[in-house]
């Protein structure tokens, strides 16, 4: 799955997210209907109604309510798969996984069904089957703010060390979707809710100069080389 600052997503009740979210958003991160601000002064306190675990949550709770996995094919006409991530507030997120031509060895195991007669054994019905019930009965019920925590249940349930059980196709679904749900409910976008609220800094560019791999009639096993202006101080600069 993805791999986000803890210190932005997991929900304290003291502290959290008041240096930057209106009183509506800060509702809406901890499932609450109110504010206690009798102990310090300006300190909103949660109170009530949060769903910071696995339970039933009210309609404003960041509670993961449903999760539907389907298969789509992608750019190149192979099958992927795409997960909805449904909230109990009535956020959704959706994200399809994308796939590379070139599998490098220590890749994280993308689950594919094998079976030959359909899309040449490269269809995702085992992926999609794993999100439907199993990811499902694991994550409904659990906050959506709490990203970290629900990636490493899906590790922990998975087992393996390349998430060949679950299929890391369809954990990194279910992680994706599940940001981009937290986000939709927050009101941020998707980027400012990863980065935290004061996200500016964009990434550094890379420049490809080799190709190898699938992409290349040449023999080399690395797919692409790559120059980074690493330290530049903008993105123009770079």
């Known amino acids: 799955g993805i791999i986000i600052m803890e210190k932005y997503l997991n929900h304290k009740h003291d502290s959290g997210y008041e240096r930057c979210c209106s009183k509506d958003q800060y509702e809406v991160i901890c499932g609450c209907n109110g504010f206690d601000t009798s102990k310090k002064k300006g300190k909103r306190k949660c109170y009530g109604g949060a769903s910071h675990g696995r339970g ?6 960041t509670a993961i309510r449903n999760i539907v ?7 190149r006409g192979n ?18 996984v994308p796939s590379g031509a070139s599998t490098g060895v220590y ?21 999609t089957y794993n999100v439907n019930h199993v990811i499902r009965e694991l994550l409904v019920g659990i906050n959506a703010l709490n990203q970290v925590d ?10 393996s060390n390349v998430k060949k059980n679950l ?18 409910a927050l009101g941020v976008p998707l980027y400012q809710y990863i980065g935290g609220c004061n996200a500016k800094i964009l990434p550094v560019p890379m420049l490809n100069c ?13 797919q692409e080389f790559m120059i980074a202006p690493i330290g530049a101080k903008s993105f123009a600069r770079a």
């Open 56 to 61: 039933p949550g009210k309609k404003n709770s």
């Open 210 to 222: 080799i190709n190898g791999g699938k992409h290349a009639d040449n023999k080399l096993s690395i």
């Open 79 to 96: 099958p992927t798969i795409e997960v909805e991530v449904s909230l109990d507030c009535g956020a959704k997120g959706v994200a399809s």
């Open 107 to 127: 890749e994280a195991y993308e689950l594919r069904d094998g079976d030959t007669r359909r899309y040449r054994g490269l269809g995702v019905g085992k992926a």
């Open 167 to 184: 299929g890391a196709n369809a954990m990194l679904g279910v992680s994706l979707a599940t940001a981009k749900a937290a986000a939709a």
């Open 69 to 75: 996995a389907h298969e789509i094919l992608d750019s």
């Open 150 to 159: 629900i990636d490493y249940r899906m590790i922990r349930e998975d087992g």
